[in-house]
């Protein structure tokens, strides 16, 4: 063979180092590739930021299709946080009335990876209105430590990025009152006042519930039912009823007037209500697996199922017939969704309660003595345990709990038993609500403040 000669040589070794032609980027791959790459991000927040560097990105997210695929990946937006609810005042505590009333404050929202969720995001400051100077409400809630205007806000029930608030005291002791629903990370609300016929029922309490359109293309203040539990009080007795608000031109208020049924009764033509004792002796115990459970301190369960609304009454076995109070009674679910189990406080024991699937048979799955398993986390006294815990709130895998004489919170996990104090549960004396990120994700919110005005002034020119 002949050698090659050194001008060729040389020539090749010049190809070889030469650069390319320009400069390669994350922007210049295909649109096919970059889709792709973006559908291997972690959350719908992370959309958002990817949304906001630049218009073609932007474009690339919003389609409709790349966000069917996205959460058919992904699965549901992940939980950015929780608010986490506080009652100021003490179980124990009553008002003039000698009613038990659980006083609550402001919400305080801790994310779940401050590094990737601004808290401050989740603010509901645009919903307060501060009273002024002749324009004070009208009726204001009286209790041991101050006075609340009408126009105060709670939280009473989460579902994917909205809350669920009332304007004023939730428990089942005072009227029906209006709701409003929010999604706090666009700052968008909308007020639902009750009908007039109702305002003078008991309250029961208020569900978030799905609306009737597809919730995965549909934007969550559109696709939502609120679910508003009521007491009517007769003497000494009464009965519960159910109404539901749907939003848009065809909503409004739906008044479900359903006859209560026995768990046990088969009989569809048994039209009569069930009488039930004082709303005093009835509290809302939990919600698992697609029904809303309330506690009768007489020694049965009022099961409301959220799909039929219909209201029955589960009189457990014997050996579970209990006063089934606020502070010692709650209904959580399972890992897996479709289980219902029980938590009963008995003094310093803490028993879970389980259903042997097909049988409807109760049995003890777990028990633990609260102070074999708090005895050794930091503060814990001996004299903890002279009188009976108190259940503060409860979820599908854990309880929370707090000494009787003074609050002392403390948590028990429903797999292990385990007792611990240093999750954020443990410093608020209250339910907590989780709340999801939007979706479909929401843009406008990963807009630069540049990109804002060129949009403006795009539309400026165009008329």
Not at 236 to 263: E, K
Not at 266 to 279: V, Y
Not at 304 to 329: A, C, G, H
Request: aromatic share 8%; glycine share 8%.
């Amino acid at each position: 063979h002949k050698a090659p000669q050194p001008q060729d040589q040389g020539q090749e070794q010049t190809e070889r180092d030469e650069p390319p032609a320009g400069p390669t980027s994350v922007h210049g791959l295909p649109d096919e590739l970059l889709v792709r790459v973006l559908l291997h991000l972690g959350t719908s927040l992370h959309l958002v930021h990817a949304a906001a560097t630049c218009r073609r990105w932007r474009r690339a997210v919003a389609d409709a299709g790349f966000l069917a695929r996205f959460r058919s990946l992904h699965g549901v937006p992940s939980v950015a946080g929780h608010y986490y609810v506080t009652e100021t005042l003490h179980p124990n505590s009553r008002d003039p009335w000698r009613r038990q009333v659980p006083e609550k404050m402001t919400a305080t929202f801790v994310p779940v990876s401050p590094a990737v969720v601004d808290a401050s995001h989740f603010s509901l400051d645009f919903l307060y209105v501060p009273p002024v100077d002749g324009n004070r409400p009208r009726y204001s809630y009286r209790s041991a430590r101050r006075v609340r205007h009408s126009r105060s806000r709670e939280i009473i029930d989460s579902r994917g990025s909205l809350l669920l608030l009332t304007n004023g005291i939730s428990e089942g002791r005072y009227w029906s009152p209006d709701f409003i629903v929010c999604e706090p990370l666009t700052r968008r609300c909308q007020g639902i006042a009750r009908p007039s016929i109702l305002s003078r029922l008991h309250f029961l309490g208020g569900f978030l519930l799905d609306g009737s359109g597809s919730g995965g293309c549909r934007d969550a203040m559109s696709n939502f039912r609120v679910l508003s539990v009521l007491y009517k009080q007769e003497g000494s007795f009464g009965t519960p009823r159910a109404c539901v608000f749907s939003p848009g031109s065809d909503g409004g208020w739906h008044f479900c007037w359903h006859p209560i049924m026995n768990d046990d009764d088969d009989d569809d033509d048994n039209d009569d209500d069930i009488e039930l004792p004082t709303i005093d002796k009835i509290h809302l115990a939990g919600r698992a697996a697609g029904r809303i459970y309330w506690g009768i301190e007489t020694g049965t369960v009022l099961v409301l199922d959220e799909s039929t609304l219909m209201f029955s009454v589960l009189t457990l076995p014997e050996q579970m017939r209990w006063p089934y109070r606020r502070t010692s009674f709650r209904v959580v679910g399972g890992v897996d969704g479709d289980m219902v189990r029980i938590v009963r406080l008995d003094g310093q024991d803490l028993v879970v309660y389980g259903q042997i699937l097909g049988s409807g048979q109760w049995v003890v799955e777990k028990s633990v003595r609260l102070r074999d398993t708090a005895a050794g986390l930091p503060g814990w006294r001996d004299s903890f345990s002279v009188q009976p815990a108190r259940i503060v709130a409860a979820g599908d895998t854990f309880v929370v709990l707090t000494r009787t004489e003074k609050t002392w919170l403390f948590s028990v996990d429903l797999e292990t038993m385990e007792a611990e104090r240093r999750h954020e549960r443990n410093r608020h004396a209250g339910p907590a609500y989780p709340c999801s990120l939007p979706w479909p994700p929401v843009l406008q919110a990963g807009l630069s403040q540049g990109d804002i005005v060129v949009r403006k002034r795009s539309q400026r020119r165009n008329g």
